[in-house]
């Protein structure tokens, strides 16, 4: 049985609805884990230095050595959660594509994964940007695609297409 998921996707792509669909659905209980936990782990310092995490106006992500270091950690974390038993979800942004997956498969090792890309329309995701209102505008625009280049997939959804309990059923069937 799938021990993590995985669901990359950009900003307000709807990777957090699924996710809540996902607890619904699948037996046994899982962990909602993602970027946006770690994020508000770190300090309010960190959210505006050179070195953590700056979001800048234009909705572009930036990232720092400190914050790379302490992803670092919290990957190995989430990684040393799943082999103790934790079923985990994560709800991720993979800002460097490729390079990013490749570090959370050399932390998930021997764990069993599933990887799914969440696919939004860059205009649908910014409209739900707007609708949310707690985003820097932009942001859903400009990683809709770099989010998913190089990355590989098991099962890819589009929340433009389906409602997240259809995308969390359809997932929750490969999980198995």
């Known amino acids: 049985m799938t021990q993590v998921i995985v669901l990359n996707g950009g900003s307000s792509s709807g990777k957090s609805g699924i996710v809540r669909c996902l607890q619904a659905v699948l037996p046994d209980p899982w962990l909602a884990l993602g970027t946006d936990t770690l994020v508000e782990a ?3 310092s960190m959210r505006a230095s050179d070195g953590g995490i700056e979001f800048a106006p234009d909705g572009e992500v930036i990232v720092g050595p400190e914050f790379r270091t302490l992803e670092a950690a919290w990957i190995e974390g989430v990684a ?10 994560l709800d ?26 969440v696919r939004c329309d860059g205009a649908v995701a910014a409209g739900r940007e707007v609708a949310r209102g707690d985003r820097m505008t932009g942001m859903a625009a400009s990683q809709a695609d770099v989010v998913h280049q ?6 890819e959804v589009d929340t433009a297409r389906a409602e997240s309990m259809e995308c969390a059923r359809a997932i929750a069937v490969h999980a198995r």
Not at 80 to 89: D, F, L, N
Not at 150 to 155: E, K, Q, W
């Open 42 to 44: 770190m300090p309010a």
């Open 80 to 89: 040393s959660m799943a082999r103790a038993g934790a079923r985990v979800i």
């Open 92 to 117: 991720e942004v993979f800002l460097g594509g490729a390079d990013c997956q490749q570090r959370w498969q050399k932390a998930l090792g021997e764990l069993r994964v599933l990887w799914v890309g």
């Open 150 to 155: 190089g990355v590989a997939y098991d099962l």
